[in-house]
């Protein structure tokens, strides 16, 4: 599943980068999958990992105030300056760094520097540093400060914040009275829902009387965005001498209290119910591709099947185009050694040897002057041709005007694959013509009289002579097929005792032919075809509708046997 998420996840950051005017719908989406990544990236960590407690907040609300209230020191930075905070910052409380060194598994490829060296140029940074200090309010745990998320720079930061907001066993949201019911802040909640992790809201900068209208409002507000109990709230009163929040005495147990909410033999659920509160969204594009993608395949499919009946029509059946039967009527006369000819192929014994050899040098030139090979290039300029019209009406959809633009440009290169391939079609077919012949020949020597008669008559010398040159470049196919000579021994041969074997030849014969122009020429084509719009997308991983299905199909099992993808 890790894998499967950030394939997703790449997909929009590519949708982002392409289409910046389009970034609303994009951004949250792009968002939800970069929290569910590192969600499961802890999720592979999570029996090694120390106990993470994560500040989150708008600009100015005092996290890094509140920071330093909760670890007892001064490590964080604090500034008036919204937005001071641009990366992840972790202190180590009761910890050694050694306890920490998973981080880097987790945060990759972030770097991980010192306080010190952090850039406010570069957002892929966090810092741990170890707390000298025991503070009374925490247990042994990394704290997190994290930048803000609803400033107008906040989405070049944003990965960070949401990467350690995934780590969290505990969130602590730090508002202002000014802040708490801003729609970023509680967009952000819902967000996080699914993660089911221990809250405390911090109410910070309040003024003495206002704690109770504004905890009222907090509950009403929660009630509108979360389905889950209203979480504990530590009121923090302004204190204008220190400028610091303080948390009263009774308080200093809070989040120890909270900690034991924490329960990480969960995660593998809360995993699964991220994914599934998402999955129809984040999934929806794929969705609507695989629609274009097989309605494309079923147009491809008609318009080569509708290919195969003409070529069945145009050459298969028609009277006076189909030469391949005649092809075999001439391997035939080579074998059957007229005397009167026989002369011309003195120094082979077998000639049919000879006509193999002729044939392996002229077999290009063959399919040059086939007709069959004509009807076939009419078919696949019809294919295209139907396609680029089809494709003129459909504009529902972006990938449908990619793929037209995507035919458009590989029109020429699709032409000449399909002559590279008809034309290999072509030489492979003569052994099937080779074996015809030899079946034929086989059946004369079974009738003794009707072989001697061939070989005495005129004509049979006269066709074994244009066969001959056939092979040695002085005709073509089709001036072979309508040879008075060649038709009066076809129709002799048919009228002859063999004559219904005859038949049957050339019925096999078409039925193999036809086989082979399928599965040689027009399903590789077809395959070309229905490639097209995964190569429109060549820089964004494409998912198949099996590698969604494999995905949905862990849905049904129990959580602690959610297969990784």
Known sequence: MLEFIFLLRQRYQIALNSNPSDTQNTQSLFEQLTLAEAFFRKGKLIQTLPLQIVIIGPTQAGKSSLTNVFLQSQNAGVSPLAGYTVHPQGFCHNLKLSDCSNMADYFAPFTQVTTEELSKHRFDFYSLTK???SSHFLPACI????PDFDSIDSTDYREGVLKTIALADVIILAVSKEKYADQTVWDTLKLIEPLRQPTLICVNKLSEGSEAIILESLKEKWRDYRRDNFPDVLPLLYQQ?????DISPTQNQILFNLVKKVQREKHARREQKLVQTHWQEWTKPIRAEHVVIQAWQTLVDSVIEQALKNYERDYLNHPHHYETFKQAIAELLLLLEIPSVAKMM????????????????????????????????????????????QLSDKNTQSLWREISEELRQNRQMLLN???HTAEAYHQNFQQDVEQAAKGLYAK???QPIVLNSLRATRVTADAAIIALTLYTGGIGLHD???????????NFLTESAIGSYMKKVETDLKTQQF??????????FSQRLNALPQQITKTTPYISPEQLAAVEATFNEKPHGLRLF
């Open 444 to 446: 004369l020597e079974e």
């Open 131 to 133: 707390i000298e200090t």
């Open 515 to 524: 086989e082979a122009v399928k599965t040689q020429i027009f399903d590789v």
């Open 346 to 389: 003195m120094f082979v014994r077998n000639p049919f040897k000879k006509l193999r050899r002729l044939l392996g040098k002229s077999s290009s030139n063959l399919a040059k002057t086939s007709n069959e090979i004509t009807v076939l290039t009419q078919s696949v300029n019809h294919i295209l041709i139907e396609l680029a019209h």
């Open 480 to 490: 072979l097929a309508i040879a008075p000579a060649m038709l009066m021994l076809t």
């Open 143 to 146: 704290f997190w400060d994290t």
């Open 417 to 419: 694959e399909f002559n």
């Open 241 to 245: 001498t220190t400028k610091a929040p």
